[in-house]
């Protein structure tokens, strides 16, 4: 009873997550009207959801190991305690959040959000690995479920690109755009610095949330197209006469996979594109390359590679000769770039850590709305919004009755790990995803299909991290460490 109310409460979890920014913004206006930020017993619906996952596995774990216990008593089994790499790594950083409360000040609810950003979501990752899943419950059940919602949620963010501000109004969101005040509504969309040009989000709560969590169905996507190509390719094999063998190839029936995949590759594509992120871009790109090499081989692994990487050669140079500010954004790479060096700087400065919540997405909820701009840029719109920060050339120019306190964002997980929890911290992160990756290498290289598509989307994801706090999302952190929990369990390891 409990294995099956358990494996059907991580289906529904997978596929509302996506939803989360959406539904709460849209149920908050129906409580409070407009203006108001999200309603917390509304935002707090996974973690409540998540924890009674986490619960049921508890009491199954304990069930188990109190009938070993039994045999260990009766003398029938001797006790056995061993721990992986991965599971090392990941206690390790849970202790380590615990323990830096000892020398770090941080106010209980500050820390709180860190420990929901950072922390949470490694409990969700060990528990799900503990136990074991029903067989195909990857391929048969969440993948299919993924696909679908994957398909809804690029469709929609493809339409909102050219819908009108109103739409977005009467759903809750806020009027203003490329915002985020801590107090207020969310923005709908955000736009490209210097341009009226929109960066879709779709039902996330910005365009670099929504593009990172599409990395995890467009590695599946990925992976289902280029074996099933490689399948139909191997099939047609057996004919040895040439005329025969074109013949076989040609009148080969397209599967319904390959027509799926192809479909869901294009919308997931396009609304990529569409919410330009250059940090989801980069990963998207080394994840298809790896897939290719790992699935594809011989003449059609070359043949596929030269034609993808020079098509991504030829479109970055003309979008850049024809609008260099879709890649070339000068204000955002000047912010990537120092904010990261004083991450490192400050992580090494403080080498024990500042505490859990003081970097990141928990800092962003409990700072001023900080907004940078480069010289002569036009910030009259902004006039008689006093509860933005603004900042040209890195000087302050509004309010100009207070000193504002902007969030640390150093725009890298890794090196906002490692100043929440000083240089350990980070290293033992930093492992994790080594260990991870290393773990599913396997699978990976033997094209087990449970673990192939979900080690790709976790490597695609993790580089992405590089660039952007990209474990900050619910959708993304939850979905993605409970299906690398999955794949890396007992199931997944034969």
Excluded at 112 to 138: H, N, Q
Excluded at 287 to 309: E, H, M, N, P
Excluded at 424 to 435: D, E
Excluded at 440 to 445: E, F, I, R
Aim: some cysteine.
């Amino acid at each position: 009873m409990l294995h099956k109310l358990r494996h059907l409460l991580v289906l529904i979890i997978v596929a509302l997550l996506p939803f989360h920014a959406l539904l709460v913004t849209y149920g908050t206006e129906l409580i409070y009207g407009p203006g108001h930020s999200p309603v917390l017993f509304l935002a707090l619906w996974k973690e409540a959801l998540i924890t009674v996952i986490l619960l049921i596995i508890f009491f199954e774990l304990f069930f188990v190991e109190k009938k070993k216990l039994a045999q260990i008593i009766k003398g029938g089994a001797k006790w056995k305690f061993s721990l992986d790499k991965v599971t090392w790594c990941a206690l390790g950083i849970i202790l380590l959040s615990l323990v830096t409360e000892l020398w770090t000040d941080v106010p209980d609810m500050q820390w709180a959000y860190g420990f929901k950003y950072t922390v949470f979501p490694l409990i969700v990752f060990l528990m799900c690995r503990k136990v074991s899943w029903e067989e195909d419950f990857l391929d048969k059940k969440i993948i299919p479920v993924l696909m679908f919602v994957s398909g809804v949620i690029a469709l929609y963010g493809i339409v909102s690109f050219f819908l009108p501000q109103s739409f977005f109004s009467a759903l809750g969101y806020s009027d203003a755009h490329s915002i985020y005040a801590p107090g207020s509504s969310l923005s709908a969309f955000q736009q490209i610095s210097g341009t009226s040009i929109r960066r879709i989000q779709s039902t996330f709560a910005g365009p670099n949330q929504l593009a990172i969590w599409l990395l995890i169905p467009w590695s599946i996507s990925l992976v289902i197209f280029l074996k099933t190509i490689r399948n139909k390719k191997s099939e047609a094999l057996p004919t040895t006469h040439p005329s025969s063998l074109r013949f076989a190839e040609a009148s080969y029936p397209l599967p319904t996979s390959l027509i799926l995949s192809i479909f869901t590759l294009t919308i997931i594509g396009a609304a990529l594109v569409l919410a330009f992120s250059r940090s989801a871009w980069i990963a998207a790109f080394v994840i298809t390359i790896i897939a290719i090499c790992i699935q594809l081989k011989g003449r059609t692994k070359v043949i596929t590679l030269s034609s993808i990487v020079g098509f991504v050669i030829a479109s970055v140079l003309v979008i850049y000769l024809s609008a260099p500010e879709l890649i070339d954004r000068s204000i955002s790479n000047k912010h990537h770039f120092e904010r990261t060096r004083d991450g490192v700087i400050e992580m090494f400065k403080n080498p024990l850590g500042h505490g859990l919540g003081t970097a990141g997405p928990a800092s962003n909820r409990f700072s001023d709305a900080c907004m940078h701009f480069d010289k002569g840029a036009d910030i009259s719109w902004a006039s008689d919004r006093n509860d933005l920060c603004l900042f040209v050339e890195g000087e302050q120019v509004q309010p100009s009755d207070r000193a504002c306190t902007c969030p640390v964002l150093p725009e890298n997980w890794y090196v906002q790990v490692g100043y929440e929890l000083g240089i350990v911290g980070f290293m033992m992160f930093v492992a994790l995803v080594v260990f991870v990756i290393k773990r599913g290498q396997a699978p990976l290289m033997k094209s087990k299909i449970c673990c192939n598509n979900i080690i790709l989307a976790f490597l695609g994801v993790s580089i992405a991290a590089l660039f952007l706090h990209a474990f900050e999302d619910s959708a993304v952190a939850y979905t993605l460490w409970i299906l690398v929990g999955i794949s890396l369990s007992a199931l997944c390891k034969k």
